[in-house]
C-alpha cells in the first residue's frame, strides 16, 4: 500500500487512476509521495519515506527542489497539461488590452438608473474607450514551450505578425511552430520589434525583472505588456513609471502585488491562467500518472530535478539508485546479483540508475558506495 498525500485539491479523475493499493487522503502519516498545486512547502520537513513530489501544474517554485534532490526525493510537474487554459487566457488579455473593455464595462455600470437616456450616453460616451485592432500588429512571445508556442501559433491564425526566442526550445515544440513565426537571436530583439509583448519562461535568477527599466526604454511607444508567467519576472516600479509617461499603453498580469492593484491602465487578475475544469483535470490525471509509474516501475516522466529515464521490466527485482553521477562506482557493488537490464541518466551532477536482476536484489553494498543518495527495491 502507498501513501500518497494532497496539499491541495486534486481533481478525482487523476487520484482514481492510482487504484486500489493507494491511500490517497488530505492527511497521511508518513507518506510515499505528495500530490500539490499551489501550497508552499519551503518549511516542510520531509520523512525518509517520501519518494516523489507531483506538482499538478507547470510551475514548481513552491517546491524546495535542492532539498528534494539532496534526499532523493524526485519532483515532477505538469507541462503542457494547462497550456491551452493558458493560450486562452493570453488572448483574452491581447484584446484587454488593446480595447478598453474593462474600463468600458465599469463605465457603463455607472449609467444604470438613466432609463431611457441610457442609448444616448452610451453613444455620446464610447469614443473615451477607442482601442487598436491586433490584426497586422506584432506579437512578441518569449519562451516558446507548450503555452509559447500555442499563442504564437493562435496570434498568426488571429492575423498578427509573431516573433518569438527561446535559446532551450526543443525539437518537438520547434516542429509544432508555425512557419510564420519568425524566430529572433535573443529576448532584447524581440521586445524591440513588437507591439505587444507576452512571457512564457520560468522564474529564475536568469529571468527575474527581465523587463526593466532599462529594456523598456528599447522598446516601441504604446508597447502593451502582457505576463501569465510568474510574478517577479517584470519589474511593476519600472513598468509603472513607464505607463505613466505612455512608454507603455498598458500592463496585463495573472499576478497581483499591492504596489500596481488600481492603477491606471494596469489589468490584473486573480491567477485564472489554469482555473478551468478540463486544466485541473489535465494536471490531475498527468501528475498522478507520473507518481504511479515512478513508484511502481521507477521510471521517471517530466521530472524537473532527475533525469527523464525509462526501461521496460525485466528479471525479479528492480533496483533504482540515485546516486552524483558515479555510475562507475556502481559496478563493482553489483558483483553476486545478476543483471538482466540496466540503465543510467545523468542530469546536472545527478544521475539515476535503473538495475534489473534475476533473483534477489542485495543493496547493502550499493548504499555504502561514495556519491549514492537513495537506494530502493521493486518488486
Known sequence: MYNVLKLNKIAAIGTDRLGSNYNCADSVENPDAVLVRSAAMHDMEFGDNLLAIARAGAGTNNIPKDKCTEQGIVVFNTPGANANAVKELVLAGLLLSSRKIVEGIEWAKTLKGNGDAVAKMVEKGKSQFVGPEITGKTLGVIGLGAIGILVANAAVALGMNVVGFDPFVSVPNALKLNPHVKLMKSNEEVMTSCDYLTIHVPLTPDTKDMVNA???????????????SRDGLVNCEAVLEALKSGKVAKYVTDFGNDMILGEENVIVLPHLGASTPESEDNCA????????EYLENGNIINSVNYPAISLPRSGDKRICVMHKNVPE???????????????TKSRGDVAYTIIDVAGDADTEKLAAVEGVVRVRVID
Open 285 to 292: 490525471v498527468m501528475a498522478c500518472n507520473q507518481v504511479k
Open 214 to 228: 532599462e529594456m523598456i526604454a528599447k522598446m516601441k511607444d504604446g508597447v502593451r505588456i502582457l505576463n501569465y
Open 329 to 343: 562506482r556502481l559496478h563493482d557493488a553489483l558483483a553476486g546479483m545478476t543483471v538482466v537490464g540496466m540503465l
